[in-house]
C-alpha cells in the first residue's frame, strides 16, 4: 500500500504512545488560555497527571456552548498576533463559534486533507474542481489546501452556477470533484436537463461530505457520475475537513488518531459506550497549538467499526453519521433519525433525488408527512399506478420507523432545491399555536 | 525603511540587469508552449537574441483574444500535472480566460502581495478582514494567500452580508481591510442605516481595488472610515493582485519590476509613449514557470509618474487607471472616460456614494444622461434648491468632458448597488433601433 505520510501505519501501540505524548503537551498548551486554565482547575487536572492516552478521561468535556461563550478569543492559547486564519460560523442562532489557527496549524491541516485525499485514490496528477463554499465556511478552504498540497490542478469552483460547474467538468477534463452529496444529485438532473451524460466526464473521483448522507444516496451518485464516491468527515472545531476518510475499501471512515483522540460516548451518562456501539463522538485535539479543543462533544452519532480494514491503515474507522443527537425527531412518543427515513427513500427506485420530512400538528396528534420528488418516467397520469408507489413507500418507511406517514408524491424539480447543506426537516409542529 | 524583500530597494541599473536575466529566462521558457513556439518563430525571435531589458520590443504582443483562442491549454509552458491552480474568468463573453500556476509560481505571487501589503504600512500584528469573493476571481485568494504570509490574522470574509461584515469589523478589532472602492461607499451607508459610526472600528487601512476609481473616491474612504486607503493594481493575466501597490506617499502605485517588465504604449501605433505620458500598460512576467505571458496588451490606461519616490523603493510608479483603452465612450464626436465624469461627481459635496452614467439616443442625437444620488441632508422638498444642485453638477460636468448631459437627481440607495465590480455606465443607444 502507498501511503502519503508515515502515520498512516503505525501500529495500535505506537498511535497510543504517541496520543499520549500529544495529549499531555496538548494539555499542557491548553492551559495557556483562559478557558482551559479555568476549566482545568475546576476539574483538578494537572499537566503531570496525563500519562497515558486513557488519561483522557480526566479532562472536562468541551461543548458549542462553551466555544460561544468564549467568542471570540477566550480559546486562544497563544497570542492573537501568532494566529493567520480565522474560521467562523454564519452565527445565526447566537454568537457564533470562531476557530483561530497559526501558520503550523494550517500546515498540519493541509497535510491531513493531502493524506486524506491521497487515502481515497486522488493523486497529484488529478485535475480536481472543488465545489465547495469558500470564506468563512471550512469545507473550501480546508479541501482547497489538501489538494494544492497534495499537487493536483485545483480548481476553485466554489458553489452554485451548475452549467458552469459543468463546462469546467468537461472542458479541463476534471478528474476528481468535491462535492456535498445533495448537490451531486441535483448536479445529475441538471445534466439530464442539458442533455449530457454525466459518465461522458472524465471523473473517477467523488469526494462527498459536509452533510450526512445515506449508503443509498452514496450508490446513486457513484451510478448517476460513474465514479467512485468517498465519504468523509470534518467539524470546523476540529479544522473542518481531513478529520476521518475513507479508503478504497469504502468501509468506514478511517478517523487520524495522531491528530485527533476520539471517544464515542452515551450522550445521557457520557460514559463510554461498549465497543462497536453507536454513541456521540467526542474529539480531542492532538497537534493544534493556537486552539486546542479537549474533549469536544461534536454531537454526531456513530461508532467505531471493528477488525481491521483491508487496507492496512491502523487508524480506527469511524461509521457514516447516523444523525446528531440533538437533531432527532421524537413524534408519537417514537424516535427517528431524518437518516432512516433517507436510507429507505432511496433504496426505492420510483424515488428521485429530492425529499422533504414535514412534522405537522392536526389537532392534538403530531402528524409526519413526507413529500417525495417521483422520477419524470414514473411520474404517470395513471392514479392508480401513482396511488401503489405512495403505498409502497408508506409501508416500507412504517417498517424502518414504526408510525405511518403520510406520503405526498411530487414531480421532479418542485421541492426547494438548496446548493449549500440540504434542508430536509421542517418543523411546522408549533406554527399557529 | 523597513522593506519587506531586499529586492524594493534595488538601484535601477540592478533591476534591469535583473530584467535582461529574467526576460531570457521568460523566453526560453515560453517557447515550450505551443502559442509561443509559434508566435516566436513568426517573429523570427530567438533565445539568444534577448540581452537586455530593452529586447522586450523585439517580442510579439498578446492579446486577451489569444488567451482565449489558446482555451484552455495551450499557453502552457509546463506539462498541465506540474500545474496547481486554475483561475479563470467568467467566460460571459466567448471562451474564458485560464490562468495556472504551478507551487513556485503560487509561492511567488503571495510573495509579492505580502511585499505589496508591507509597503502600503500592513504588519503581520494586523487583523485582516478580506471582503473578495473567493473562489475563481483572483481578488480573493491571491490577496488571501499573501495576507497569510505576511502573518496576519486573515479573516476570509468574502463578498456581501453587509450587516455580518460590520459585527466582524467590530467584534474581531480588524485594523486592516482589503475592499472594492464602490462596496466601501456602499458599506458606509450601512453603517449609517444601522447607526454605528464607521470611524468607531478599530480599521487604520482599507486596501482598495480591483476597479479603476478616482482620488476623490479615496478622499471619501479615508473620510468616512478614518483610515488611509492604498490604492492597488493587478490582473489575473499577471496572477491578480500584487503587481502594482501604493506606498505610504500614495503617490502612485509602485509596479513591482523584478517580476514584470512594463511598458507604456499607444494603443493605436503601439510604440512607446514619451516618458510621463498616458497610454496602454503592457506587461511581461518575469518570474512565472508555468505560463508565461510576453507583452501582455492589458488595456488599461496609465502613465509612468516622473521622479523618486521619497520612500525610496526604486521600482517606477504607475499612476491610477484613467480608463481601459476599449471603454471610452464616443458621444457627439467627443472622447470621454468614465472616470473623468466619476472624478467631477465626487467633488461635489452634494452628491452621495453612487452614479450611473447612461448613454441614450433621441432622434438622431445620441445623449448622456447622468443619474447621481444625493446625500439625504440636502435631498429637501425644495425645488428650487434642487435645480441648484442638478446646475451645479451639469455645468462643472461640462467644463471637463465638453459635453452637457442631463442629469437626474436621486435619493439615497435607490440607484443598483453591485456587490462586485460597479457598473457605471449602461448603453441604450442600440435598444429599439
Chains 1, 2 share one sequence.
Not at 109 to 130: E, I, P, Y
Not at 345 to 366: A, C, F, K, T
Request: glycine fraction near 8%; charged fraction near 25%; charge should be neutral.
Amino acid at each position: 500500500m502507498q501511503v502519503f505520510d508515515r502515520h498512516e501505519v503505525l501500529d495500535r501501540k505506537e498511535i497510543e504512545n504517541l496520543q499520549a505524548i500529544r495529549l499531555k503537551n496538548t494539555v499542557h498548551q491548553a492551559t495557556a488560555s483562559t478557558f482551559y486554565r479555568n476549566s482545568l482547575a475546576r476539574a483538578s487536572v494537572k499537566v503531570p497527571d496525563i500519562n497515558s492516552h486513557e488519561d483522557i478521561a480526566r479532562l472536562p468535556f468541551t461543548t458549542k456552548e462553551d466555544l460561544r461563550e468564549q467568542y471570540p478569543f477566550g480559546f486562544l492559547a497563544m497570542p492573537k498576533e501568532k494566529m493567520v486564519r480565522l474560521h467562523a460560523s454564519s452565527g445565526t442562532t447566537g454568537s457564533p463559534t470562531v476557530i483561530l489557527h497559526t501558520q503550523n496549524d494550517l500546515n498540519v491541516w493541509a497535510d491531513l486533507v493531502a493524506r486524506s485525499m491521497h487515502c481515497a485514490g486522488v493523486r497529484s496528477s488529478d485535475v480536481f474542481q472543488n465545489m465547495s463554499g469558500y470564506g468563512l465556511f471550512t469545507g473550501g478552504l480546508g479541501i482547497h489546501y489538501g489538494a494544492e498540497r497534495l499537487g493536483c490542478l485545483t480548481i476553485p469552483a466554489g458553489v452554485g452556477n451548475s452549467k458552469r460547474q459543468i463546462k469546467m467538468l468537461g472542458d479541463y477534463k476534471v478528474s476528481v470533484a468535491h462535492i456535498i452529496p445533495s448537490y451531486a444529485l441535483h448536479l445529475g438532473s441538471v445534466f439530464d436537463d442539458q442533455g449530457v451524460d454525466p459518465r461522458s466526464m472524465h471523473l473517477r473521483i467523488m469526494l462527498i461530505g459536509a452533510e450526512p448522507h445515506s449508503e443509498e444516496i452514496r450508490s446513486r451518485i457513484q451510478e448517476i457520475y460513474g465514479v467512485r464516491a468517498y465519504n468523509s468527515y470534518g467539524l470546523s472545531e476540529m479544522n473542518g475537513p481531513g478529520v476521518a476518510f475513507e479508503c478504497e475499501y469504502q468501509t468506514g471512515m478511517h478517523l487520524w488518531e495522531d491528530a485527533y483522540l476520539a471517544e464515542i460516548i452515551d450522550p445521557e451518562t457520557l460514559e463510554p459506550v461498549p465497543q462497536g456501539q453507536t454513541g456521540e463522538l467526542v474529539l480531542t485535539t492532538l497537534t493544534r497549538e493556537g486552539m486546542p479543543i479537549l474533549r469536544y462533544r461534536t454531537r454526531d452519532l456513530t461508532r467505531f467499526i471493528p477488525g481491521e480494514c483491508p487496507c492496512g491503515r491502523s487508524h480506527r474507522r469511524i461509521d457514516r453519521i447516523t444523525g446528531r443527537s440533538d437533531d432527532m425527531i421524537v413524534i408519537k412518543g417514537v424516535n427517528i433519525y431524518p437518516m432512516q427515513v433517507e436510507k429507505i427513500l432511496m433504496s426505492i427506485p420510483e424515488v428521485g433525488q429530492n425529499y422533504i420530512i414535514q412534522l405537522e400538528r392536526q389537532g392534538h396528534m403530531d402528524q409526519m408527512r413526507v413529500k417525495v420528488e417521483i422520477r419524470d418516467e414514473f411520474f404517470v397520469e395513471d392514479m392508480r399506478r401513482l396511488q401503489q408507489i405512495q403505498n409502497k413507500i408508506a409501508g416500507l418507511l412504517r417498517e424502518e420507523i414504526l408510525i405511518s406517514p403520510k406520503i405526498d408524491l411530487v414531480e421532479h424539480n418542485t421541492l426547494p432545491q438548496s446548493q449549500g447543506k440540504a434542508t430536509r426537516v421542517v418543523d411546522k409542529r408549533e406554527e399557529g399555536k
